[in-house]
């Protein structure tokens, strides 16, 4: 099972970005999946969560600017970036909770992460 993210860039304060990632491999079911971010000298954290089911939670510093959604026919799940600032600036990373083909534990799969730069 691999994560792939993509979509990350530069972009000036007040721009916007979408992200998307896509989980692939042999996967029976995938539920909820996250975006976190990690800046530099900074702990990663939390940034969106949606759950199968479309129950979305955000960090209070992206509410009404981020939108998180998911297309559960391709097992993909994508961040749209609104009125960006520069303190949004880190590595982005996504996350899924994945039961593979043939097993019945769950596990928790990370993507490689996608560079998002916002200037001011």
């Known amino acids: 099972v691999q994560l792939q993210a993509c979509g990350g860039g530069s972009v000036q304060a007040g721009g916007s970005l979408r992200l998307s990632c896509l989980a692939s491999?042999?996967?029976?079911?995938?539920?909820?999946m996250g975006w976190y971010r990690q800046a530099p000298g900074k702990e990663r954290e939390l940034v969106a969560t949606?759950?199968?089911?479309?129950?979305?939670n955000y960090a209070d510093s992206v509410k009404g600017r981020f939108t998180t959604s998911r297309d559960n026919a391709k097992n993909t799940v994508y961040l749209r970036m609104d009125s960006l600032k520069p303190e949004d600036t880190g590595v982005y990373y996504c996350?899924?909770?994945?039961?593979?083909?043939?097993?019945?534990?769950?596990?928790?799969?990370w993507g490689q992460g996608t560079q998002v730069t916002v200037s001011s």
């Open positions: 996350n899924a909770e994945i039961r593979r083909i043939g097993h019945v534990a769950w596990y928790t799969y």
């Open positions: 491999g042999s996967i029976f079911k995938v539920t909820t």
């Open positions: 949606i759950s199968s089911e479309n129950n979305t």
